[in-house]
């Protein structure tokens, strides 16, 4: 019989992760660190609530939760940003305090931020060594460059210590943040959502290195909120939701991303098709032989053409940085283009962006702080950015302060946007506010047509689902939607036709039931075309070479497309049938004595069965431990662990001695 | 045992509205302790030079007249600065704009462009204010059309129009209109001077040789008209919008081109009628040396009134009264030291904002403590 593993959806519905006992290597592995218990208290918020997190020697730990459950919070009290209202931190089995980040990285803990933390001008080896004591005057950087050399090579990060920073690419910068850190000696690494900057082939060679690492003993400690890379890198991971642990270092294998994804939102997160049923209405948007330049003044764009119609969702998907920016530019006015892009009939190319916003716009940038809000202004002020020439919010000259705040608290709460108030600067909004209040913006203005990049890069399952639904419910009332996604799974799922970008073309459009994930990555990678022409696209662009030598079919080998590794597909883990049993009866009993509304009965109810449970596993304990010598042992005894899982039960209701 | 540590810990929570009502004024009472010390220590009594100080400024009605002068171009210039600061474009060249409109509304007595013996004195000072105004919006023109279409430093191009001007001026002083060649014009006719409150003297005693003029009006009327514009009207916040994130504006549909040159040339106008004003209110005559660099402090003035409107005007009469005070006190340059401290002070009490103090015991101080 296999080892008894509870299932998390018993635990979870008792609120229990806290029960599973980390899998350490052996017992008599000590953990590099330890938070026992603790509290992160905010004015108003309580980010962390008595977290317990453990790191062994050579493993990958990820931190999984939605933005703003305490993750990066509970991070910044290890490596010394912010000091814990309670608890204790305990490295290397020594107790100890940090008052800053130098005082962690002395200990052997660094951080790699989410936004780099480099100078531009600078090559890679000053930058790694800026700010440290040594070399005390004279700088030998030949000398230091050589270290720095060795350095990545023991870990198997390809860099030019002398490259200067703004020749790096972004994978590129963040290897040298993990060099930066592991040069000060560091053993434990704290990753801040490290893919959220990262092309997915970057992303892929982040992972190789962070394994590479671990499998020299270091410990990694790997914040994300993306199911499938945690499922992909971590050994064993940790669930946070509003400041709690719903899971404390369970391990990683076996768990399905539907699981996961329950345990960091707490409810069902469904993950299926969502076609429309109507039949899309008349052309509104019709692009014609649309070129334009990018940033650097090469082409970008040639000869688009598109067309979308009311009601639907089109889906453009390709590898970032095949247009899909310039695109959306073009579109929304700000970037001049040749071609024509007609909108409700009106040219809208090379008109200004206040132009496509009065022809009925919207659009959702994929830079949100960086275009998409004004980070220091309040949340009225982001709101009304688009209508603020209109009434009621403006009287001809005058804006009206009061009306737009009215405006604000209306879409505050029809949004679901969490802040102490609609005067709260937007800066301080987390990811998924920030992006609700974008699209209280943007969709809020009725928009015929919604221009939406990326809209839901970043952001944690459950504001991804929100915000897809709030794309859907717009199409549904007959709106027409752009959603350029690097997600190809969100792309599939909303998308009720799919074009496909490769270096500057579209090189091909399916309809949704004709597309797979498959053909799909053939064509984002340039190895197939399906709009009827001969040779694959790249050849009229300078700074591409052709690449018309190689085969389809060998080329979509060398370089399968990173999106297809992970199709969704249900998995459901086994669930072991006592197990089963019982969840049904509890579940049972739960509704029965709610319904009853008796919450003494429904103690005892839970009091018996807890009880009924443990003897169980007691049992099945018993006859597993031969199996699985490295089980830690279960420093409570049963009647305190009862206690203790009754104090999760029942919280504030758990009877103190007194009462007992 | 050690004692312990003082750290500075970012805030996470927004500061009380009065916060930093109570840091700038703190600010401001220990630049003058400071002030007081440096004093004390060089062997003067810093109580009575204080005392002497307040009297030179506000001691008598002639002597506030005269803070409330050299106050009047502070308030134009320190406003027209905080507009253009707003948007994020760092017009310097206020110095400039404020010598170019005091050339503009020269021309209306010296050319003269109307006779000057029979215009009545309200259109001869209402073309003058509005030529004034031209002429800093034309010269505010300048760098906004080159930051606009070009993307050029408005920094490096506002700082170099300033020199320009004075050889423009001097020619001109020089040159064309130099009274029996001394590097200055003749005194404008009375129908160019502003109404002072000395004219006044016929009904009213206390009046007589008070030298304020009509330009303070001026000042206050444009403080209430560009508060309305930053904080009432659509122009505005399309302006707070373009400062506080560009890309942002432009994606919203703003004009950045044309906002940058409406609001320089703005900001021009502001310090070109604070020219109009002294040379019509003060100098009666257009000169090589109007301004004590009245376009520098003005831009001191718009960060120390953080580009409040109000706050502008209080800073601008503090400014003016150092500088009269400055007058009663030698070396007058103490008067300067204070300015430079105030400046630093008022400027480093922004840390209070952002930061607070924390006191933490190191763990090493607590496992001595339970030893």
């Known amino acids: 019989m296999a080892r008894f593993e509870p299932s998390l959806e018993y635990l979870y519905e008792f609120n229990l992760m806290s029960y599973l006992e980390p899998k350490a ?23 962390n609530d008595h977290v317990n997190f453990k790191m062994y020697p050579g493993e990958i730990h990820a931190l999984l939760g939605e933005n703003g459950a305490g993750k990066s919070s509970l991070m910044n009290v290890l490596i010394g940003l912010y000091r814990p209202t309670s608890g204790q931190i305990i490295i290397n089995g020594e107790p100890v305090s940090f008052n800053s980040p130098k005082d962690a990285i002395a200990k052997g803990v660094g951080m790699v931020h989410q936004h780099f933390m480099l100078v531009q001008n600078q090559t890679v080896t000053e930058n790694i060594i800026l700010g440290l004591d040594q070399p005390r005057f004279f700088l030998n950087l030949k000398k230091y460059d050589e270290e720095v050399r060795q350095l990545a090579e023991s870990v198997g990060v390809n860099i030019d210590p002398t490259a200067k920073i703004w020749q790096l690419s972004v994978g590129e910068q963040q290897r040298v943040e993990i060099l930066k850190i592991l040069y000060r000696g560091a053993q434990i690494l704290i990753m801040d959502e490290p893919t959220a900057v990262l092309a997915p082939q970057e992303a892929e060679e982040l992972m190789e290195t962070l394994r590479g690492m671990a499998g020299q003993g270091k410990s990694i400690a790997f914040i994300s909120h993306k199911l499938n890379e945690v499922r992909a890198v971590a050994d064993r991971l940790t669930i946070l939701r509003r400041g709690q642990a719903t899971a404390e270092g369970v391990p990683v294998e076996g768990m399905s991303r539907e699981q996961l994804a329950t345990l960091m939102v707490g409810r069902e997160v469904i993950f299926n098709q969502r076609r429309s049923d109507k039949e899309p209405g008349e052309v509104i948007l019709k692009l014609e032989n649309v070129s334009a330049l990018n940033n650097k003044n090469l082409p970008a764009l040639h000869n688009i053409n598109l067309e979308l119609r009311q009601g639907e969702i089109l889906g453009i998907a390709g590898v970032a940085g095949n247009g899909q920016s310039e695109l959306v530019e073009c579109v929304t006015g700000l970037r001049s283009c040749q071609g024509k892009i007609i909108l409700n009939g009106e040219n809208i190319a090379n008109k200004s962006p206040r132009f496509s916003i009065a022809q009925g716009l919207s659009h959702i940038p994929e830079d949100r702080i960086g ?23 403006s009287k001809h000259w005058q804006l009206d302060y009061k009306a737009a705040k009215t405006h604000a608290e209306g879409l505050k709460s029809s949004y679901d946007i969490i802040a102490p108030n609609v005067e709260t600067q937007a800066r301080k909004l987390s990811g998924g506010n920030l992006q609700k209040l974008i699209l209280a913006r943007e969709l809020s203005s009725v928009p015929q047509i919604v221009v939406a990049m990326q809209p839901t890069r970043g952001l944690d399952v459950g504001a991804i689902e929100g915000v897809q639904e709030l794309l859907i419910g717009r199409r549904d009332e007959g709106c027409a939607i752009l959603l350029v996604s690097e997600e190809l799974d969100e792309l599939m799922r909303l998308s009720d036709r799919i074009a496909v970008m490769y270096e500057g073309e579209i090189v091909g459009i399916m309809e949704d039931e004709d597309a797979d994930i498959q053909t799909i990555g053939l064509m984002m990678t340039g190895s197939l075309r399906m709009d009827g022409k001969e040779d694959l696209p790249g050849h009229n662009l300078l700074q591409k070479e052709p690449e018309t030598e190689a085969p389809a079919d060998e080329k979509a080998e060398s370089q399968p497309p990173l999106a297809m590794a992970d199709p969704i597909e249900p998995e459901e883990a086994p669930l072991q049938e006592p197990l089963q049993t019982f969840i049904d009866d509890a579940k049972t009993a739960q509704e029965e004595t709610l319904a009853s509304e008796d919450p003494k009965n429904f103690k005892q109810e839970v009091n018996e069965r807890i009880e009924k449970f443990f003897d169980s596993i007691e049992e099945q304990d018993v006859e597993e431990k031969p199996a699985k010598p490295d089980l830690p042992e279960r420093p409570l005894t049963e009647a305190e662990e009862k206690e203790r899982v009754l104090r999760k039960v029942l919280g504030d209701k758990y009877p103190e001695d007194g009462e007992k | 045992m050690s004692l312990p540590k003082i750290s500075l810990v970012r805030r996470t929570e927004d500061v009380p509205k009065w916060m930093p009502l109570v840091t700038t004024l703190g600010a401001v009472l220990l630049a003058f302790v400071i002030g007081g010390i440096i004093l004390k220590s060089i062997g003067a009594n810093p109580f009575y030079i ?83 105004m031209i002429g800093g919006a034309l010269y505010g023109f300048i760098p906004g059309y080159l930051k606009a279409k070009f993307n050029i430093n408005e920094i490096i191009v506002t700082l170099m129009l300033n020199y320009i001007v004075v050889f423009w001026n001097n020619y001109w002083i020089f040159g064309k209109w ?61 302006i707070n919008l373009i400062g506080d994130n560009p890309r942002a504006a432009r994606y919203a549909g703003a004009d950045i081109a044309k906002n940058t040159i409406l609001v320089f040339m703005l900001s021009g106008a502001l310090a070109g009628l604070a020219g109009m004003v002294e040379v019509s209110g003060v100098v009666h005559r257009l000169q090589e040396r109007i301004s004590t660099s009245y376009g520098f402090s003005g831009v001191i003035v718009a960060w120390l009134a953080k ?32 300015q430079g401290i105030i400046l630093f002070l008022v400027i480093s009490s922004d840390v209070l904002l952002k930061y607070k103090f924390q006191l933490t015991r190191s763990a090493k101080v607590k496992d001595e403590v339970a030893a």
């Open chain 2, 178 to 238: 130099s009274d029996s060649g001394f590097q200055m014009t003749k005194t404008f006719p009375k129908a160019a001077w502003l109404p002072r409150l000395a004219d006044l003297a016929g009904q009213y005693k206390v009046f007589s040789g008070i030298t304020l003029h009509a330009g303070v009006l001026f000042g206050l009327l444009a403080a209430l008209i560009v508060h309305i514009i930053l904080n009432n009207s659509n122009w505005g916040y399309m």
């Open chain 2, 307 to 338: 580009l409040n409107p109000w706050a502008v005007i209080v800073v601008s009469i503090l400014f003016g009264a150092l500088i009269v005070a400055s007058r009663e006190i030698q070396p007058s340059g103490i008067s300067f030291l204070l």
């Open chain 2, 50 to 132: 204080y005392g002497y100080f307040f009297k030179g400024a506000f001691g008598s009605l002639g002597s506030f007249s005269d803070v409330m002068v050299k106050a009047s171009p502070l308030i134009l210039i320190g406003l027209g600065c905080s507009l253009a600061f707003r948007m994020r474009l760092w017009n310097i060249g206020a110095e400039g704009q404020f010598f170019m409109g005091a050339f503009f509304a020269s021309l209306v007595p010296l050319v003269p462009l109307v006779p000057m013996e029979t215009t009545p004195k309200i259109v001869v000072l209402t073309l003058m204010g509005f030529l004034g």
């Open chain 1, 371 to 393: 275009v998409g809000s004004a980070p220091n202004l309040s949340i009225t002020k982001n709101v009304i950015m688009k209508n603020y020439r209109e009434k009621p919010i």
């Open chain 1, 25 to 47: 290597d052996s017992a008599t592995v000590e953990p590099v660190v330890e938070l026992r218990d603790i509290v992160l208290r905010f004015p108003g918020v309580l980010a």
